[in-house]
């Protein structure tokens, strides 16, 4: 009974030749005979074989119903291969986070990068036909770039033929107040504008229009237009702020427009816009202001600029004297200026440009070390995958079927990493916008639009589906006989295969090394920079500036008030000195120059000036070389002057400045002359980079010479040398500018170790970001030489196991497998120095105090990276140390 139920359920089975169990057939099977059933079977199977060719072939059943069809439609065969690939990529959560990190980080690398260059450099300026507008500066042989007069604006206008409208600008600060609000005088950005400059840009106001020629006449109406922002805030959007009155500078000023918060001209910080009063004598003005043009249609840079060249000289027609007194023609003659004309976007980044392309640079290197991490991340997977592919490919899919899930997963794993890049972007822009250096133009109309969010896309689709194709191109490329006969084990250990990713790890080290000799350099910059001796001391020195109201002091009440101030300052507890100063040293703009000629020899030369003070030198710490400081007789009188030491060694040859001391300086052309009572220290006064200047400095006279700014005695800085806090200090200096005026506002409050800090911030941010993209490529690079190591480690297990069978120490297994890590990181410190020496010629021009071939810098970059390798090559190096031989040879 068992024997005839164990045959009706289960076939018997028989041995073979070679030891192996297959079932029993029936005799007449065995005999090539058929049994009654089969007979009965084989012609409506033969027909129905024969019904379902041709469907079979198309790849579609006989009979379908609707649910059946359903099951077979394009969009369900996508949807089971998404799913599929979803849960395959969740059974390998170590292998799915890997790639979208680092995907993701080298994405919001250079698609943060993207967003800063297309926002400063790449994106039109908000302004109609940007491109046809144009910067419009002068320069001297000598000098560099100068001011323009508002007279330019006219000769400009009524001559150049190239031009399609002209306009000039000037940006101070200036006090607003608005009567009847309860608070207080408040010190903002103000830009004085050409009333042609709005329709020049062709934007209109928000609110209300723009200014009048009228009001740009001196004596005509008080005009003013406020930025969204300030409108916002003091009017709280009140759409009837058109004709109510606001206080700039004690002066009762009709509102007469709004601007739209895009319109941010020409610093995003302006938030009043007032007429530049011209004077209708034939005087030429203040040189402070700088011209915008829009070229004429088809005309081109070096036609106008050659254009502009022929009108200058004629100024001296229509305005035949300086404001000084002296001769504009003589003053042509004696400078000789040159019109520069560049487009307005170039003159609005020119300083920063070479920055960010560096910058983008570095990000696009991190890019790269990336996708080659991703590369490997897939290779290594799709090596474990073969074996599955192979039995896709034997059971009859073509190369696109065995592709599809490749293609599938990568798909998800391009997209999530996408997405987290996006968000990483977005943070990064809103970090940079909020705290980035105020060197950077246009930096508050940043965001992440549609073509940072077009180029993350694209940089993600492009990326992972060439990581992806590397792996499906290899995997067409191999019979899957191979993987099926070796169990996977024959590709994976292939030349091919590991060539390729021995390739990809070098060229990640090649790239962290030059990246990381990049940050090492710029580490150094940053280092002697630090180091420069600035010409003054900044310890416990506070600053501070006030702005006087124009209406109610001239020049003579505006040095009274700053000398009642100043004196009561220096009675305070704690304060060893104070002093004043047009302008502090490391502070953005260039100080007013003058053209001052010597007795001795009669030379000319153009200096750039500074108003100070009888206490300026002693609060700043800066010394006195030769003869003395200025006193109070000098603040009187105006005609003494103390100079640098490099301003003696120009102008006498004489670097000591004993030789300088009572030699008089004549204003040229036709000044007064001045004579010189002392000489003091050399002063960094724009860029700590940048050798000192000669400077000249005048004192605060009562006089004040015609040829200085007007503004220059009411907006002065006020220098405090303590030993208390500036925290203890300011609150006491706000309580003494409120007792001598409660108009006049405090602001600008810092210390003079932040205005260093301040002006070395655009090569902290430098730094930092080059910091940041070395640490990501030399943490990529040693992850990739790990990963490959521990890879080759686990697919040579058994290899590993007979050679400690064999006798092998462990020590010589580990050795074995560290040498050939190290022998991929030797190949790529070869290749990363090859890629450095490429780069170094741009690198070059930002580095200070170290040269771009430094050994030293180079050495430490270089043992830096190699001690990162040996770590990565040391760990799988000690797994195969440790394979136990016997499990070893069980599992092979």
Not at 805 to 810: S, T
Request: charged share 20%.
């Amino acid at each position: 009974m068992r024997a005839s139920t164990g045959a009706a359920s289960c076939p018997r089975r028989v041995r073979t030749k070679r030891g192996r169990l297959r079932p029993s057939q029936p005799r007449d099977r065995r005999h090539g005979g058929k049994s009654g059933s089969d007979e009965k079977l084989a012609t409506p199977l033969k027909s129905h074989v024969a019904a379902m060719d041709g469907s079979f072939a198309r790849g579609q059943p006989m009979h379908q119903t609707p649910a059946d069809a359903s099951l077979t439609s394009p969009r369900h065969a996508r949807s089971m291969m998404l799913r599929y690939a979803v849960r395959s990529l969740l059974r390998a959560p170590g292998f799915t986070l890997a790639v979208v990190l680092t995907l993701a980080v080298g994405i919001a690398a250079v698609g943060s990068m993207f967003a800063l260059v297309y926002g400063v450099l790449l994106a039109p300026l908000p302004y109609g036909e940007p491109d046809r507008l144009v910067s419009l500066r002068m320069q001297t042989a000598e000098s560099g770039e100068i001011g323009q007069p508002p007279a330019l604006q006219v000769t400009y206008a009524e001559l150049a033929r190239t031009l399609d409208g002209v306009g000039f600008y000037r940006t101070g600060s200036s006090n607003l107040w608005v009567e009847g609000s309860g608070a207080g005088a408040d010190s903002v950005v103000a830009t004085w504008v050409s009333a042609s400059m709005m329709p020049l840009l062709r934007i209109s106001p928000l609110l209300g229009r723009s200014f009048t020629a009228e009001e740009e006449v001196r004596g005509g109406p008080d005009a003013a237009i406020l930025s969204e922002s300030e409108w916002r805030s003091r009017f709280h959007a009140a759409t009837d702020v058109i004709g109510k009155t606001v206080i700039v500078n004690s002066v009762a000023r009709q509102i007469v427009g709004v601007m739209p918060a895009r319109f941010s001209f020409p610093t995003s910080d302006t938030r009043i816009w007032l007429p530049a009063k011209r004077s209708d004598d034939a005087t030429v003005g203040e040189f402070a202001y700088t011209g915008v043009a829009r070229l004429a249609p088809g005309v081109g840079l070096e036609q106008a600029r050659h254009e502009l060249g022929t009108v200058l000289p004629s100024i001296a027609d229509s305005f035949p004297h300086l404001a000084s007194g002296g001769s504009t023609a003589a003053w042509l003659a004696d400078v000789r200026p040159t019109p520069v004309v560049e487009p307005l976007r170039d003159a609005m980044t020119r300083a920063i440009e070479r920055t960010l392309w560096m910058l983008s640079a570095a990000a696009g290197l991190v890019l790269l070390v990336a996708w080659a991490s991703t590369a490997n991340l897939l290779l290594i997977r799709a090596d474990v995958r073969q074996p599955e592919l192979a039995v896709r490919a034997v059971l009859g899919a073509g190369r696109v079927r065995t592709a599809v899930p490749v293609l599938a997963e990568a798909a998800l794993l391009g997209t999530a990493a996408a997405a987290l890049a996006l968000m990483l972007i977005v943070g990064a822009v809103r970090a940079l916008v909020a705290f980035g250096p105020a060197g950077i133009p246009r930096l508050a109309e940043l965001g992440v639009g549609a073509p940072a969010i077009a180029f993350v896309v694209l940089i993600s689709g492009v990326g992972i589906v060439s990581c992806a194709a590397l792996p499906v191109i290899r995997s067409w490329r191999t019979r899957p006989s191979v993987h099926l006969r070796e169990g996977g084990r024959g590709t994976s250990t292939g030349k091919a295969g590991s060539r390729f990713r021995a390739i990809v790890t070098t060229l990640q080290i090649a790239i962290a090394l030059s990246v990381t000799i990049g940050a090492a350099l710029l580490m150094r910059s940053a280092h002697s920079l630090y180091r420069v001796d600035p010409g003054f001391d900044p310890a416990q020195v506070t600053t501070l500036r006030t702005q006087l109201p124009f209406a109610r002091y001239d020049e003579t009440a505006a040095v009274a008030f700053y000398t009642r101030l100043t004196e009561r300052v220096r009675e305070l507890p704690g304060v060893d000195d104070a002093g004043l100063t047009m302008k502090l040293p490391l502070r953005s703009g260039a100080a007013l120059e003058q053209t001052f000629r010597t007795d001795t020899d009669g030379r000319t030369r153009s200096l750039p000036i500074g108003i100070v003070d009888d206490g300026y030198f002693a609060a700043m710490s800066i010394p006195l070389l030769a003869g003395r400081g200025f006193n109070c007789l000098d603040l009187e009188s105006g005609t003494s002057l103390v100079i640098s030491r490099h301003a003696a060694a120009a102008l006498f040859d004489d670097p000591i400045g004993a030789a300088a001391i009572g030699q008089r300086l004549t204003l040229a052309p036709s000044g007064p002359a001045y004579t010189i009572v002392g000489v003091v220290g050399d002063v960094r006064d724009q860029d700590l980079a940048r050798p000192p200047s000669a400077m000249v400095y005048r004192p605060l006279a009562v006089a004040t010479d015609p040829a200085v700014e007007p503004a220059a005695p009411r907006n002065l800085a006020l220098v405090v040398e303590s030993s208390a806090a500036a925290a203890a200090i300011v609150p006491e200096i706000r309580r003494l500018v409120n007792a001598l005026d409660a108009t006049v506002p405090v602001y600008q409050v810092e210390t003079m170790s932040e205005v260093m800090r301040a002006s070395t911030a655009r090569l902290s941010l430098m730094l930092v970001l080059m910091t940041a993209a070395a640490a990501i490529t030399l943490m990529l690079g040693s992850i990739g030489l790990y990963g490959v190591m521990a890879y080759g480690v686990a697919l040579r297990e058994r290899e590993f196991g007979v050679r400690g069978a064999l006798g092998a120490a462990p020590h010589r297994i580990a050795r074995l497998v560290a040498g050939q890590g190290l022998a991929l990181t030797a190949g790529g410190i070869v290749a990363g120095l090859l890629l450095y020496a490429l780069a170094a010629p741009f690198l070059r021009s930002f580095l200070f105090g170290v040269e771009a071939g430094d050994p030293v810098t180079l050495g430490a970059a270089t043992l830096v990276l190699l001690g990162a390798a040996m770590l990565a090559s040391w760990l799988p190096a000690r797994r195969a140390a440790r394979v136990d031989p016997a499990r070893a040879l069980q599992a092979g």
